[in-house]
């Protein structure tokens, strides 16, 4: 996807500029550099990634944007990270590689504060393939999100996709 078409999928679900994020899974940043955009000056985003190489490119591509503070964190977001009282969480493409979703999104609760939102980038499919192992439709992303403690999930954008059928992006907010 191009970046405009990054841009518009998630645009929907920031509520507000600025503030603290953090993208689990950011690997090379095109949805980090879409959601600097929508965040605006001000904002500080920590990407998180296991692969070293990814983030060293995402901080290439995003290191000199003014106003911008990034942090990299080389991890796997599925392990405790530190990270707490987020004013949001970006997981683009990366939840559906985590069969079991509930211990994942009971970290992610608790690094929300309340209110906090969690945007989720997701394709619009139950059965995956090897390259989407478990991707998760947005009626069963909406039964997720609520049993794991979620509230007024929604859908904040959608694209067709050659592969699975179509891309979503969902809000959910800790209450």
């Known amino acids: 996807m191009e970046h405009a078409e990054l841009v518009a999928l998630i645009r929907n679900g920031i509520t507000e500029p600025g503030g603290r994020w953090a993208e689990l899974g950011a690997g090379t940043g095109a949805f980090t550099a879409a959601l600097a955009d929508l965040l605006g000056p001000g904002a500080r985003i920590t990407a998180v990634d296991r692969d070293r ?21 080389e991890a796997d977001f599925t392990r405790p990270l530190g990270l707490s009282q ?11 590689f985590v069969r079991r979703k509930e211990p994942v999104l009971a970290a992610v609760h608790e690094m929300l504060r309340p209110g906090g939102t969690l945007l989720l980038v997701e394709y619009g499919s139950d059965r995956g393939n090897p390259w989407v192992p478990h991707p998760l439709s947005f009626s069963t992303w909406e039964a997720t999100a609520e049993a794991a403690g979620f509230a007024d999930t929604r859908l904040v954008g959608t694209r067709p996709d050659r592969h699975l059928g179509s891309m979503y992006a969902a809000a959910s907010t800790r209450p």
């Open 86 to 96: 987020l004013d949001g969480i970006l997981m683009a493409n990366s939840l559906h």
């Open 53 to 73: 190489r990814a983030l060293r490119t995402l901080e290439d591509r995003l290191g000199a944007r003014a106003g911008l503070t990034l942090d990299t964190v």
